[in-house]
Nanobody, 114 residues
Framework: VQLVESGGGLVQAGGSLRLSCAAS??????MAWYRQAPGKQRELVAT????????TYSDSVKGRFTISGDNAKNTMYLQMNSLKPEDTGVYYC??????????WGQGTQVTVSS
C-alpha cells in the first residue's frame, strides 16, 4: 500500500491550493486528510468514506476546504480555499483498510504567509 501526497507549497493568505493523494494497493474503506503544525499534535482535517460517501470536516476548515475522490484515478483531493496562516503545516493523507489497518503518506508542506 502506498499513499503519495502532492500539491503543497507556499501561498499568500486568502489564496488556494489543491492537494492530491495518489493511492495504490488498496482497497480502503475510508480516507482522510490530517495536518500537523510545528510544535502541535496532528489533527484531523477532513474525512471521506468510500462506501456511502459520507464526508466530515473539522470546524476550523468547514466552508473553506473540500475533500473529494476520483475512483478511476485512485486519487483523493483536498481543495483549500481562503487559506489562513493558521492552516500552515504538513498535510498527511490517511487511508484505512476494510480490515482496520492504517496507512499514511509522507506528507506535503503547506505554508500560508500573512
Amino acid at each position: 500500500v502506498q499513499l503519495v501526497e502532492s500539491g503543497g507549497g507556499l501561498v499568500q493568505a486568502g489564496g488556494s491550493l489543491r492537494l492530491s493523494c495518489a493511492a495504490s494497493g488498496g482497497p480502503f474503506s475510508s480516507m482522510a486528510w490530517y495536518r500537523q503544525a510545528p510544535g502541535k499534535q496532528r489533527e484531523l482535517v477532513a474525512t471521506i468514506t468510500l462506501t456511502g460517501g459520507s464526508i466530515t470536516y473539522s470546524d476550523s476548515v468547514k466552508g473553506r476546504f473540500t475533500i473529494s475522490g476520483d475512483n478511476a484515478k485512485n486519487t483523493m483531493y483536498l481543495q483549500m480555499n481562503s487559506l489562513k496562516p493558521e492552516d500552515t503545516g504538513v498535510y498527511y493523507c490517511y487511508g484505512r483498510s476494510p480490515w482496520s489497518l492504517n496507512y499514511w503518506g509522507q506528507g506535503t508542506q503547506v505554508t500560508v504567509s500573512s
